[in-house]
Every structure is written in structure tokens, then in C-alpha cells.
């Protein structure tokens, strides 16, 4: 598809810029649900939101594999993705077009007369639902002769191994409202070294450099550099919270505590163009506390190329990479885990060592290891969660590698808080049946207009409810909406609205408060409770 044909997808260009601009009207599929992303989101597994609870239980879910998999695949002889689509990437819905940017390599990653990091380069997907996708051909980048392919502009171009992209719509400068992240290399005692470089552009396909780069050969070089000379596998995740940029990635460096092998570590940024110096430790695994010593990097139970983050506003979910080191590559696997944040830097596992998603089996696409990339969305009744593949037992043997993939969970329910029955019965360590209900932190009211509170979950009905009262931050009953005046829900649904006095616009709450939630009826053991709503009206 030529350059031109993209407005049937939605987007126009706008001068010599590029400028892209897209309808906010996302279709039927999105008007039948609220953007999840701009409320504030209690999940189930988030124990600080949810802090306090009596006689549940958290079960986590597993998504599955869509049956389009894989969604992005290798390009056929002659394009610049015909050895490996590497999703070391980003999906992002700008209007009703997701916008995809993954890493490619074609057949010249064998040319030995440049340095093996120069043949990565940045490509560009898109798609109206999210499964179908294209591969436009934007004629910026001239490959193999010509210039028909979907490779986007990096001025000055620079091997580039993994990618990060944020939308900024708002940046009052209309260059730099997309923002990249690249792991790129650096020379240093003969060998190569990553670390990070940033770019910026209007339109997400022609990208200019934020600092003074001036690569030899494709490579950054030592006075360059944003972050300090270590080798930093950096853009594992990248995202704003708090006013502060952060990167993430993968780092064996010794920190201030001591940890074995790969973990997650994080810098940050005011503005995206000068970084910190200094930096932190975001995620360990319980099994790096051991240390196995000296040349023994490849082993043991690790994390692998940091936290692809999704940030919901008020907490930042999370997919790592599960290393399952050994002493030889022929015998290295990596999965992909689950971790949240609450404060931007430190990630934990809301349940311990629990697997997202496992690699493929022998003989599939994403046999060996899994990628994760910085793709999610909600879509529909569906949560989509965007995945590579790279198999580390025969990288040495470099066979094509790679493609897009897509797991699904019904939305926004990565988990749910049921009812936890083992505790009744007739032994002597039985307890007596109690509520089963949980209180939140306390939450700052936004505004001073109405608030409007709406439930994830299912298994309800007219004798199966989810009882909620309104308190005070210190745990005070609110009169107007505790006891008997509650709210009750008795219908299953991503957003069922709360109503309380037959209104779901909740006046005169306090500048902070909390809820409870009760578990109520017979068949109660039947609830699944995923994740509760607050917006401002």
C-alpha cells in the first residue's frame, strides 16, 4: 500500500511535517464502553489499592492465544523484515488506528562490512481492529534498492535493538508529541555495549534525535551518551508517572544491594532529553537474592529485558520476561510474568512467581521465549496484550526469528477476589462463617463535582450481590451510603454503574474516603470481582 493510500485508514498528512491527525470517533467498539484508562482502576490483584480484606481469595486469570496468531509476521525475500519481526515494540491507539512500531532485521544482518547492530531498524504496522494489520509502504528509507517498504525515518540512524513509543497529544511542541525510546550500542574495550537513545517526531514515522548524536558506523559513542558507560539494556518499558520520565531495562550491573544476574533497572528524566546519572533497582525476583557468582550469568531464575508497562493513571501494570537461565543457550526458556506498580518505581508480583504466559511448544511460532512488548489494549468486550517471540536456545544458530502476537482475557480481568470457603467447616481449626469483604485505601475525591463509581464483575444476579458503602478515609460509615442505604449490584458487566438513591452521580464527599464491598447471598462463592471505577463527571 502506497504512502498516499493511508487516508483510507483514517489518517492525513498535514504539511511538510507529516503531521498526523486521526478522527477520535473509535467506532462502535469503543462507544460501548468508557476509556478505562482515564478513571481511577481498583484491580482485584492491586493489594495497596485494596488493602484490607476478610474470607477471600485472589485467583489470577490466564489469557489466550488468539487464533490469528501470529498477527505481524516476517516479510517475504527482499523486505527489511524478512529474518526477524522483533517485538521489542509498541502498540498505541491514536483514534480509531492502532499504530504499531516493532524492530526488523532483513538478509544484510549478514554484511560483515558494518557492525552487527546496523542492519536493526524501526518498522511501522497499523490496524482498525487491533488483529488485522498492514504494512504500509511509506518511502522514507531506502532498502535494497528502493524505498517501498514500512521502515520510518531515524535521523541519524542508529542500530536499534528494542523500541519504546509514548503519545504525547498535549506537548505544546507539535515536534516531539511522539517520543521514542531506542536501545542502541556504544563501543568500549572492543566490544558492543547498549544504552539508551531518544528521538522525537509530529507524526510517529520521521524521528529526530534529542541530543547531540553523531553515531560512527551506526553506534553512539562514549561522549554522546545520556546515561552513564555500563552496558544498559534499556526501553524494556517506557512511561510517564509523576511528571518523570522513566526508562526501564535489563542490567546486571552490581547495585547498591546485591542481586544475581538480570534485573530491572530504572532511570529517569524531567523532560526526556537529559537523564539521571543515578538510577534504581525497580524489580527482583525472589531468586536473585542468592548469588550463584562469577560467570555465571546465564544461570538461574532472572528477569529478562525489564517491564513493558500499561499505564492506567493511578497504577501501572506490568509483563516481565521469565528468564529460566542455564549453564548452556541450548537450554535457556524465558515466559512472561505479571507485576504492578503504585508508585512508578518499584514493580512486585501480585501473585508469587505466577506465569502470565508460557512459551510456545516446540514446533510453534514462539517456541522457547517470549518477548514482551508494550502493547495493550481494550478492545470490545476483550483485553488485548501484544507479544514477541525469540528463542534463545538457538539464537547462536541464527535461524529467522520472531513475529506479533495477541493473548486475550475478557476486559480488564487479569484476576478476581472470590470467596474464600476453606476456612468453614467442621475441624478444629475451622472458623466460624464470617463477611467476605474487602475496604480500599483511602481515595482523594477529584474535583469538586460529582463522582461515578462503576463494578467489573460477574457471577451476579437477583440473590447473588456485591454490596457497597461509602466511607470516611478514617473508616467511618458515610450514613447517606453505608448500611442500608449502600448500593447494591446484581448484574454481571465490565462497567456496571453504582447507584445509590437512584443516582449514579455521587455530591458531597469528602476530600478523601474509601469503600467497602460485601459479598452477599447464598451462592456468593459464585461472584468474580475483577475491578471497580471512580471518575469524576
Do not use: C
Request: charged residues 25%; neutral net charge; proline residues 6%.
Amino acid at each position: 500500500m502506497r504512502l498516499s493510500l493511508l487516508l483510507v485508514a483514517g489518517i492525513f498528512w498535514a504539511g511538510a511535517a507529516g503531521g498526523i491527525a486521526a478522527a477520535e470517533d473509535g467506532g462502535d467498539e469503543h462507544r460501548k464502553y468508557f476509556d478505562e484508562t482515564r478513571a481511577t482502576t481498583l484491580f482485584a490483584f492491586d493489594e495497596v489499592s485494596l488493602p484490607f480484606s476478610q474470607n477471600l481469595k485472589l485467583v489470577m486469570r490466564s489469557p489466550e492465544r488468539h487464533p490469528a496468531n501470529p498477527v505481524v509476521k516476517r516479510g517475504g525475500a527482499g523486505d527489511p523484515d524478512s529474518w526477524a519481526v522483533q517485538f521489542y515494540g509498541s502498540v498505541i491507539r491514536v483514534g480509531d488506528v492502532y499504530r504499531m512500531w516493532y524492530v526488523a532485521a532483513g538478509e544484510d544482518r549478514r554484511d560483515r562490512s558494518v557492525p552487527r547492530s546496523s542492519p536493526w531498524r524501526v518498522a511501522y504496522a497499523e490496524s482498525r481492529d487491533g488483529v488485522h494489520w498492514t504494512k504500509p509502504d511509506l518511502g522514507l528509507v531506502e532498502y535494497a534498492g528502493n524505498r517501498k517498504n514500512n521502515l520510518v525515518q531515524i535521523e541519524p540512524h542508529m542500530g536499534i535493538l528494542n523500541v519504546k513509543v509514548l503519545y504525547e497529544p498535549d506537548d505544546p511542541d507539535p515536534e516531539q508529541r511522539y517520543k521514542m525510546g531506542a536501545h542502541v550500542w556504544f563501543p568500549k574495550n572492543k566490544v558492543r555495549l547498549g544504552t539508551l537513545a531518544t528521538y522525537a517526531s509530529a507524526d510517529g514515522l520521521r524521528w529526530k534525535t534529542l541530543h547531540a548524536a553523531k553515531p560512527v558506523q551506526a553506534e553512539l559513542q562514549v561522549e554522546q551518551m545520556l546515561l552513564p558507560p555500563l552496558h544498559f539494556e534499556p526501553v524494556g518499558g517506557l512511561y510517564k508517572w509523576d511528571g518523570l520520565y522513566y526508562v526501564n531495562g535489563q542490567n546486571a550491573i552490581a547495585a547498591s544491594r546485591p542481586y544475581h544476574g538480570r534485573v530491572v533497572r530504572q532511570f529517569i528524566s524531567p523532560d526526556f532529553k537529559t537523564w539521571s546519572q543515578a538510577s534504581t533497582v525497580g524489580f527482583v525476583r525472589p531468586q536473585q537474592h542468592t548469588l550463584l557468582g562469577p560467570g555465571r550469568s546465564r544461570e538461574g531464575e532472572q528477569n529478562h529485558e525489564g517491564v513493558s508497562v500499561w499505564n492506567r493513571g493511578n497504577v501501572l501494570l506490568g509483563i516481565s520476561g521469565i528468564w529460566h537461565g542455564e549453564k548452556e543457550w541450548k537450554d535457556v526458556t524465558i515466559d512472561l510474568g505479571f507485576v504492578v506498580s503504585n508508585d512508578g518505581v518499584r514493580f512486585r508480583q501480585p501473585a508469587h512467581e505466577w506465569t502470565f504466559l508460557k512459551r510456545g511448544a516446540d514446533g510453534e511460532w514462539d517456541q522457547g521465549g517470549l518477548l514482551q512488548g508494550q502493547g495493550f489494549e481494550n478492545i470490545g468486550a476483550q483485553t488485548f496484550v501484544y507479544y514477541g517471540a525469540w528463542d534463545p536456545r538457538h539464537w547462536q544458530g541464527s535461524p529467522p526469528r520472531g513475529g506479533v502476537g495477541i493473548v486475550t482475557l475478557p476486559r480488564d480481568r487479569f484476576a478476581d477476589l472470590r470467596v474464600d470457603d476453606t476456612t468453614t467447616g467442621k475441624g478444629d481449626y475451622q472458623m466460624p462463617v464470617t463477611n467476605s469483604e474487602f475496604l480500599t485505601a483511602a481515595i482523594s475525591r477529584t474535583g469538586d463535582g460529582p463522582q461515578q463509581f462503576f463494578m467489573n464483575a460477574e457471577g451476579l444476579g437477583p440473590e447473588v450481590r456485591l454490596k457497597v458503602e461509602l466511607l470516611s478515609a478514617n473508616a467511618i460509615p458515610l450514613p447517606d451510603y453505608s448500611g442500608a442505604q449502600a448500593a447494591v449490584v446484581t448484574t454481571s458487566g465490565f462497567q456496571t454503574p453504582l447507584v445509590w438513591h437512584g443516582q449514579t452521580d455521587v455530591t458531597g464527599l469528602p476530600e478523601r474516603y474509601r469503600l467497602r464491598v460485601t459479598f452477599e447471598g447464598e451462592q456468593k462463592t459464585e461472584i468474580r470481582f475483577s475491578a471497580l471505577y471512580v471518575r469524576a463527571k
